[in-house]
């Protein structure tokens, strides 16, 4: 299944440009921005808002093993929340500039994110901003039919629009990841299920091949150019991107950091992607036979996360 093509015109647009209309996108834009999904739902951003942007502020203090790959785990979440922040803000009609790592001084900052001026509302930024709040990671067993080329290409231009690229597992190279896990002792519960999970899936675990669904799970690996601050934050940003594509074709999303932040297992995904880049997480794709009864996971208050200067008004929720 592909995605529509926007083929509507844009809605034109006619309105004044006031602070007040700038404060409030951007305070709309803050508020989409928390739904943005991070590992452990650690949440590890701050927004400051004046009058006219937005900058986004990395805060690792937030994630356990912070300054190692949690940071670089961290940072994806960030970029989850500043592509929720950029939807948000076009769906309301508004161009805005980013500039990441705008302080070379600051490694914290993030992003700077400048409004320009209005622009014409595009269906599909409507329609991706409408699964923001519906968008969720949903754990349950893979039951449904698998993925096809075609879901997959969807995929994968949604990551690629974001200057990040996505590679399908292929059975061998699950083994290659599994090869490099840690022995089972070192396992946190949570992270040897999806070790078993994988082995299932490769033929390799305990009760392999014993049920069909196994192989109704697709896993990928985002990748691209460079491991520095702004390849994570570029990957969450395709992250969020690919899900809120998923959101709309009912396509279940995980995503798994425990083989990127073993040294390891990292290392076995890097041997994959060979000179094609670097590997920032891998992420289980596919579909489940029921809805969906995972509770949404809560959010950290606006006042936690952002701080208002000069804009006139309070952030509020919505
Ligand atoms: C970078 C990143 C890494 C994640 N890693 C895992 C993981 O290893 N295992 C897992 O179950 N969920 C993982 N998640 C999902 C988060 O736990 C989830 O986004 C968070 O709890 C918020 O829930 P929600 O996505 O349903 O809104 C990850 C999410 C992000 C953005």
Redesign the pocket.
Known sequence: MTMPTDSRPYVPVARPISTRSITEALHRAVSAAR?A?????AQPWRWRLDDDGLDLFIDSSRMTGAGGPGDR?AA??CG?ALQHARLALAALGWRATVTRLPDAADPRHLARLHIDAVARIGRRAVQAAQNVRL???D?RPVTGEPLGPRDLESFTAAVEAEGSRLHVLRPDEILRLLLASPPAAELGP?EAQ?YEELARWAGRGPGAGETRHERAATFIVLHGPGDERVDWLRA?EA?SAAWLVATEMHVSV?????PVQRPAARDALRRTLGDRGDPY?VVRLGRNAGPAV?P??PRLPLDQIVEVRGAGAEPRSR
């Open positions: 739904y999904p991070s590992a452990d739902n785990i994806v979440g989850a968008r969720h990671t754990p949570l999806w969450g992250l995980l995503p798994l950091s425990a997480l995972v949404h996971s």
